[in-house]
């Protein structure tokens, strides 16, 4: 049974500063693992989706990697602004169903 | 864009009162899934939908039913509300094995009084 987690549960860094969030998963027969972004009382807005053929995916200041040998993603958000201050899941799939990790609470303070 | 739309963004229900909320989609996805959250829970799945007229339990199904007659549109019902399914309802899309991962829609929080 594959299970998801994210470390650490909150991160609290000042602006400008580079930060990893990590996501690991228990089972590496995977489809592939997405990176989302949440804003309290909001939906779940895409950031980046990773197949499992792929090693990293960039979008702009983001760069999602996946490792599916040591069952391991990171997020990298470089020089971090308040507008990040969001709540970061991700999301793996495999065989009939995603799992979604619980989520790491992120605040940059300006 | 793929766009998940949930027809209300803020319900507020009666205790026994049957509840739909509706979700559209407009990919073609052939998955829906509707989950509920939580503080401190997470995404709960509790029904999904492989094709039209089709459905499977989630996680936590009990109090809920879902209706797919079209493609695009999948439907939760809470058939009698109670206090305890006051949440957040998030709908989700995508293609079969989530080959394009999911698409959310932007949520519906429903409270029960």
């Known amino acids: 049974k594959q299970e998801v987690t994210q470390i650490p549960a909150a991160l609290s860094v000042p602006e400008g500063e580079n930060l990893v969030l990590n996501c690991s998963f228990t089972?590496?027969?995977?489809?592939?693992l997405q990176w989302f972004r949440q804003d309290p009382g909001k939906g779940l807005t895409s950031l980046l989706l990773?197949?499992?053929?792929?090693r990293e995916q960039t979008s702009g200041r983001l760069n999602a990697s996946l490792d599916k040998s040591s069952g391991r993603s990171t997020l990298y958000i470089a020089a971090s602004q308040p507008g990040d201050s969001a709540t970061y899941l991700c999301a793996v799939a495999g065989g009939f169903k995603t799992i979604f990790g619980a989520g790491t609470r992120l605040f940059v303070k300006a | 864009d793929v766009k998940v739309t949930q027809s209300s963004r803020y319900l507020v229900k009666r205790t026994g009162e049957k509840v739909f909320l509706e979700c559209v989609q407009d990919?073609?996805?052939?998955?829906m899934f509707w989950y509920r959250q939580d503080p401190g829970l997470g995404l709960r799945l509790i029904y999904f939908?492989?094709?039209?007229?089709?459905?499977e339990k989630g996680d936590i199904p009990e109090g809920y039913s879902v209706s797919r007659e079209k493609k695009e549109r999948f439907s939760l019902i809470l058939e009698s509300a109670s206090t305890n399914q006051t949440s957040m309802y998030l709908c989700?899309?995508?293609?079969?094995?989530?080959?394009?991962?999911?698409?959310f829609g932007s949520g519906t929080r429903l409270t029960v009084v």
């Open positions: 989700a899309s995508s293609l079969r094995q989530a080959a394009l991962g999911y698409t």
């Open positions: 939908s492989y094709d039209v007229k089709m459905k």
């Open positions: 990919m073609d996805h052939e998955n």
């Open positions: 089972d590496s027969a995977i489809y592939n």
């Open positions: 990773i197949q499992s053929s792929q």
